[in-house]
Every structure is written in C-alpha cells, then in structure tokens.
C-alpha cells in the first residue's frame, strides 16, 4: 500500500512538473517568437538603410509653395474700342469691302473698295472727323466714292472709296508694301489709346520644386532642379502674347513663369573642384540669385546677381578662390560663359545659306566678392552679351500674324500680309536677327548687424545697336531695334537701384520692405524673376514691396504676406526691342499691346521644404 502510495505521489509530481515544463516552453517559445519579430524587423530597417546607401545616388528635397494673389492694375493703356474693332475686321479681311458686296457702285478712280457699313455706321461722327486726315494721307480717294443710291452723285447716303496702296491693292487689306507701313503707323499714333483699369481680384498658384544633389566624390558633386509652376485652373503651356516676354514660352522662363503641370528641368550640372578653384558645366543655377535670398526666406538661390542677370541658360563656369593669395578676407573670382538662343539647329532657316547671318546670342562675364565676412560682403557682376537676337526660341499665341516676304533678296521686305489667328494657333517663335549687344554691371553691398540685415546695388547698363529685327510683327509695330524704333541705332545708356532692409526676431519672423528704381533706357535679363506682375529688376520706374514673414517650423514651413506697388514711367520693361516711351505721351500705335503703368499686388504664400 505504501509502494502504491509513492507510485502515486511520483505520477502526480511528475504530472504538475510536466504541466508547469510545458508552461513555460509556451512562454519561452513566445519570447523567442517575439524576438524573432524585433530582429526581422530590425534587420529590415538595417537592410533598408544598407540599400539606401549603396542603391541612391542622389538626395532628393523639396519645396512646394501656394500662392494667392490680388492684382489690381490702375491707368492702362490700349487700343480704343473702335481701333481694336478695326484692327479685327483688318485682320479677317471684312475692314475694306467691294463695293458690289454692299449693294453699290464704284465711281471715278480707285480701288471700288469701302470700309464695311456697320463699322462705319457704329463709329460715324469719329470717322467723321478723321476723314481729311485720311483723305491726304490717300487712304481715301479724293477722286471717287461707292454710289449706293444710284444718283451718280455723291451725297450723303455714298460711302466714300478707299484709295490704292503701293500694292495695287485696297488700303486695309491684307496685303501691302513696304512704303505703306509709316502711313498705318502715323495713323495710329496720331488717336488717343484708351486708358482703363483691371482687376484680377483672386489668383492662386502653385510651385514644386524637387532639387537633386549628389557627391561623387571629394571633387566631383552634381546639382539639379525639376520644377512644376502652374496657375490653378489652367492646362495651357502658351499664354496670348501680350507684349511682355512672360507671356512667351521660352528656354529662359519656362520654369519660372506659372502654365500648366509639366515637370521640367531647371538646373542640371556638375561641379569639379580642387584645392583653390572648381569648375562646373551644364544648365546652370542662374535664377534666385542675391539679394533675392532676402524675401525668399532661404539661403542664396543662384550664383548671378539678380539685379542683372535672373534668367536660365546653358554654359559653364571657372572660378577661384583669392582669400589666400590676396589676404582679403573672402575674395575669390568666377568666369562665367553661356548661351542664349542656338541659331544653327531647329531653326526655319537653320540649313537655308540665304538666312545664315543669324548668329547665336552667348553672354560671358565675370563675379567677384571683393570683400566677404559673415557681417558683410562686397560683390560685383559684369556681363557682356554678344549678338543679342531680337527673340528666343518659344511658343506664344499671337493674336494675328504679320507675314513679309523679301523679294529682291535686300534684307527688306518688299510685301506684308496681315491675317487672323482666328483658331488661337500656338506659334513656334524664333529669333530673326542680331540686333546688337550689351555691356552691364553691378555692385551689391548686403550685410547684417544685430537683428538688421541689409542690401543695396547699383548697376549701370550700355546698349550697342547693329541691326534690325526681320520679324515682320515687330516692324509693322515700329519696335523692331535694340531700345530703338523703326530700325534706329542709337545708344543708350541706363541705370537702376535696388535697395532693401530687413528686421529678423529671435523666433525667426521677418519684416522687409524693398524699393527698386530703373531709368528709361535700363535694360538686363530678369525674366526669369518671381515677380507675377513683372521683375522688379527690369523695371522702368518705381517699384517698393513690404513683407512679413512668419516662421511656423523654421524656415521648413512658413506663411508669407506682401503688398508690391508698381509705379512705371516708361514703357517696355524687360523688351529689347522699340524705344522706351513716357507712358503719359503714348500713342494708340504704342498701345497695340497692353502698356501697364500702375498695379497694386497683395499676395499670401504657405511655403513647406523638407
């Protein structure tokens, strides 16, 4: 009994041991199934990165950017209701009309042609009192008239006869000669353009920007930009020419300007440096350059001055640091070379021997910091441009088209046909010409003290005229030479002030008002620039700006908020072609582009980079 007792006891102990062995395999068995999962996803984490590393070449960042604007545009100036009317109906071929169409007929000399019924019935006591004048210039024939009651006598149901151009064609047709084009234009620089205001009340556009970098190696690095601007609700890449090289599709802007949703390339380049000095080649980084940094919130965006040059180009660079063997704190020198329009490929006239003198436009110049601390620095720019072509290759919507055939082969057209862009057809734009060159430079003083930061430049301007734009749009505008009308070529000499100071808090929120003054003959090339109105570097007048910047995470994610007021006194800021004029004396000719002369902008802007 005693032996079963122990028999008993030993099954009952080995039972609970059993039970409790068991229990804590499970657990043991859970533990490791647990650490198991930390190291599958520890290793997952660390084969991650490992991949990263060896696999990803380049750094991606960046920066996605809102804005909404308030424009309103004071004091403008255009075409007359009337004149805009006529300019139509001349486009379409409907301004002169045969005399059999309207139910007439054609006594004494000329051409049988009249000007259409209604638009001489809409506008009658104006072209009433412009008929003299019409009549010496010999757009009307002072020897014949469209009898319209079959009289055989003028009187005052009869529509006077449009007289014969140097074509054997009607006055106000499509075709006509060379000798022509200063009666049109005097014509229309003797009416009065229309002055008005316009509003765009709400705009909103948004910028994304992904910037690329990688280093090679200790000497070798490679930078890059692709860049998407549009405005919210448009898919269109062409915009309506309006007089204003923005609003053309162009290799200069095309990424700078506000279209449609495409991801271009904006910067793409390589960077080889030694001990001393770096050279580097490709589309460079020539946009966002000092003192934009100021009111962007960022670090300096591009090497050129932006003063001078705010415009995307291909070329390449050599520069050297001076710090060493000069002894002056921050000195060094950069050579710059580039190109703006390639005449010899894609072209019209690319492989035609009789249009080889296009020549292609390249800028070279120099940068050099004179003096350079963290407290202050001393830089300037010079550039020269050589053979400036009158236009860039691009796309644009011309509201009607000018055509010019040159016959005798003489560099002059001999005829010109006006028609509609009754389709709104995108047109390939193209240089036609050289008309000249350019010398700029510029000096910028920036700097900081305490909570003050600070810049200001002057740069000076020299234009050389030597040739005349073959665009026959441009010649039938009369803007067809370098800051010159009617293939003038005159000199001209300009200059321009950009001024600006900051107040920066310790949390990192900034007040900034900037000024910029431009004179009538300043020119340079800052289409490029992020102004929706227009550069405030190439204006022709007054331009001030006051902004606060609030930081919300830094300078990762921050709300800006401005009001820019443009003041210009003269006419074409940012055109190389025609002569600038007092806005107050232009002429309805002058304004067959919209000029602006007064615009109020409110802008607001949400900025996140990472």
Same mark, same amino acid.
């Given at each position: 009994?005693?032996?079963?007792?122990?028999?008993?006891?030993?099954?009952?102990?080995?039972?609970?041991?059993?039970?409790?062995?068991?229990?804590?395999?499970?657990?043991?068995? #859970?533990?490791?199934?647990?650490?198991?999962?930390?190291?599958?996803?520890?290793?997952?984490?660390?084969? +991650?990165?490992?991949?990263?590393?060896?696999?990803?070449?380049?750094?991606?960042?960046?920066?996605?950017?809102?804005?909404?604007?308030?424009?309103?545009?004071?004091?403008?100036?255009?075409?007359?209701?009337?004149?805009?009317?006529?300019?139509?109906?001349?486009?379409?071929? /409907?301004?002169?009309?045969?005399?059999?169409?309207?139910?007439?007929?054609?006594?004494?000399? *000329?051409?049988?042609?009249?000007?259409?019924?209604?638009?001489?019935?809409?506008?009658?006591?104006?072209?009433?009192?412009?008929?003299?004048?019409?009549?010496?210039?010999?757009?009307?024939?002072?020897?014949?008239?469209?009898?319209?009651?079959?009289?055989?006598?003028?009187?005052?149901?009869?529509?006077?006869?449009?007289?014969?151009?140097?074509?054997?064609?009607?006055?106000?047709?499509?075709?006509?000669?060379?000798?022509?084009? =200063?009666?049109?234009?005097?014509?229309?620089?003797?009416?009065?353009? #229309?002055?008005?205001?316009?509003?765009?009340?709400?705009?909103?556009?948004?910028?994304?920007?992904?910037?690329?970098?990688?280093?090679?190696?200790?000497?070798?690095?490679?930078?890059?930009?692709?860049?998407?601007?549009?405005?919210?609700?448009? *898919?269109?890449?062409?915009?309506?020419?309006?007089?204003?090289?923005?609003?053309?599709?162009?290799?200069?802007?095309? +990424?700078?300007?506000?279209?449609?949703?495409?991801?271009?390339?904006? /910067?793409?380049?390589?960077?080889?440096?030694?001990?001393? *000095?770096?050279?580097?080649?490709? /589309?460079?980084?020539?946009?966002?350059?000092?003192?934009?940094?100021?009111?962007?919130?960022?670090?300096?965006?591009?090497?050129?001055?932006?003063?001078?040059?705010?415009?995307?180009?291909?070329?390449?660079?050599?520069?050297?640091?001076?710090?060493?063997?000069?002894?002056?704190?921050?000195?060094?020198?950069?050579?710059?070379? $580039?190109?703006?329009?390639?005449?010899?490929?894609?072209?019209?006239?690319?492989?035609?021997?009789?249009? =080889?003198?296009?020549?292609?436009?390249?800028? $070279?110049?120099?940068?050099?910091?004179?003096?350079?601390?963290?407290?202050?620095?001393?830089?300037?720019?010079?550039?020269?441009?050589?053979?400036?072509?009158? *236009?860039?290759? $691009?796309?644009?919507?011309?509201?009607?088209?000018?055509?010019?055939?040159?016959?005798?082969?003489?560099?002059?057209?001999?005829?010109?046909?006006?028609?509609?862009?009754?389709?709104?057809?995108?047109?390939? +734009?193209?240089?036609?010409?050289?008309?000249?060159?350019?010398?700029?430079?510029?000096?910028?003083?920036?700097?900081?003290?305490?909570?003050?930061?600070?810049?200001?430049?002057?740069?000076?301007?020299?234009?050389?005229?030597?040739?005349?734009?073959?665009?026959?749009?441009?010649?039938?505008?009369?803007?067809?030479?370098?800051?010159?009308?009617?293939?003038?070529?005159?000199?001209?000499?300009?200059?321009?002030?950009?001024?600006?100071? +900051?107040?920066?808090?310790?949390?990192?929120?900034?007040?900034?008002?900037?000024?910029?003054?431009?004179?009538?003959?300043?020119?340079?090339?800052?289409?490029?620039?992020?102004?929706?109105?227009?550069?405030?570097?190439?204006?022709?007048?007054?331009?001030?700006?006051?902004?606060?910047?609030?930081?919300?995470?830094?300078?990762?994610?921050?709300?800006?908020?401005?009001?820019?007021?443009?003041?210009?006194?003269?006419?074409?800021?940012?055109?190389?072609?025609?002569?600038? #004029?007092?806005?107050?004396?232009?002429? =309805?000719?002058?304004?067959?582009?919209?000029?602006?002369?007064?615009?109020?902008?409110?802008?607001?802007?949400?900025?996140?980079?990472?």
């Amino acid at each position: 009994m005693r032996r079963n007792l122990v028999i008993i006891f030993l099954i009952a102990a080995f039972s609970v041991f059993s039970a409790y062995a068991q229990t804590d395999v499970k657990n043991l068995k #859970k533990q490791i199934e647990d650490l198991q999962d930390q190291l599958d996803d520890l290793a997952d984490r660390v084969d +991650t990165n490992e991949q990263h590393t060896v696999m990803d070449k380049i750094d991606f960042s960046y920066e996605l950017r809102t804005n909404a604007y308030n424009m309103s545009y004071k004091n403008m100036r255009g075409l007359p209701d009337w004149a805009s009317t006529m300019m139509g109906l001349w486009a379409f071929g /409907r301004l002169a009309v045969p005399a059999g169409q309207i139910g007439g007929t054609p006594l004494g000399s *000329g051409s049988g042609y009249t000007f259409n019924p209604a638009f001489v019935m809409a506008n009658q006591d104006l072209l009433q009192g412009m008929m003299p004048a019409m009549m010496q210039m010999g757009f009307i024939d002072a020897n014949g008239f469209i009898d319209m009651n079959g009289n055989n006598q003028f009187d005052m149901y009869d529509m006077p006869m449009i007289g014969v151009n140097s074509m054997g064609t009607p006055y106000f047709s499509g075709t006509f000669g060379a000798s022509d084009m =200063a009666k049109y234009q005097m014509m229309f620089q003797g009416v009065q353009p #229309k002055v008005y205001d316009y509003d765009n009340s709400l705009m909103y556009t948004t910028r994304l920007r992904i910037n690329m970098e990688s280093q090679i190696n200790e000497h070798l690095k490679f930078g890059g930009r692709l860049t998407m601007y549009k405005v919210w609700g448009n *898919g269109a890449e062409s915009s309506f020419f309006n007089g204003q090289m923005s609003s053309q599709m162009m290799d200069g802007l095309d +990424t700078s300007m506000p279209s449609d949703d495409k991801l271009r390339v904006e /910067r793409a380049f390589f960077t080889y440096s030694w001990d001393g *000095g770096h050279f580097s080649v490709g /589309r460079r980084p020539s946009t966002d350059g000092p003192p934009m940094e100021y009111r962007n919130f960022s670090v300096v965006g591009g090497s050129p001055i932006a003063t001078l040059i705010n415009w995307q180009f291909d070329g390449m660079s050599l520069g050297f640091g001076l710090e060493n063997a000069t002894g002056i704190p921050g000195a060094s020198i950069k050579f710059c070379y $580039g190109y703006g329009f390639e005449s010899g490929y894609g072209n019209s006239y690319s492989y035609n021997s009789a249009n =080889a003198d296009v020549n292609d436009t390249q800028f $070279g110049g120099l940068i050099a910091h004179l003096y350079r601390t963290k407290k202050i620095d001393f830089v300037l720019l010079y550039a020269h441009a050589f053979s400036i072509a009158d *236009g860039f290759t $691009g796309t644009v919507v011309m509201p009607f088209v000018v055509q010019g055939s040159d016959i005798n082969h003489d560099g002059v057209f001999d005829e010109y046909y006006l028609s509609a862009n009754n389709g709104g057809y995108i047109s390939r +734009t193209q240089a036609t010409s050289n008309i000249g060159s350019e010398d700029m430079a510029t000096l910028l003083v920036r700097g900081e003290t305490g909570n003050v930061g600070y810049f200001v430049s002057y740069s000076v301007s020299k234009t050389s005229p030597d040739g005349r734009s073959m665009n026959p749009m441009m010649q039938f505008w009369g803007k067809d030479a370098l800051l010159n009308d009617n293939g003038g070529q005159d000199n001209h000499g300009g200059n321009a002030v950009w001024a600006g100071l +900051t107040y920066n808090w310790e949390n990192g929120a900034r007040l900034g008002v900037e000024y910029n003054h431009g004179s009538k003959y300043w020119f340079n090339f800052t289409g490029a620039e992020d102004n929706i109105v227009g550069a405030k570097a190439a204006a022709r007048g007054d331009v001030y700006e006051l902004y606060f910047t609030y930081p919300i995470y830094g300078t990762k994610f921050f709300l800006t908020g401005g009001y820019q007021k443009y003041d210009y006194d003269y006419t074409g800021s940012g055109m190389p072609l025609g002569a600038p #004029k007092k806005i107050e004396s232009a002429t =309805a000719f002058d304004a067959l582009m919209p000029i602006v002369d007064k615009v109020d902008n409110i802008y607001l802007s949400l900025t996140a980079r990472y």
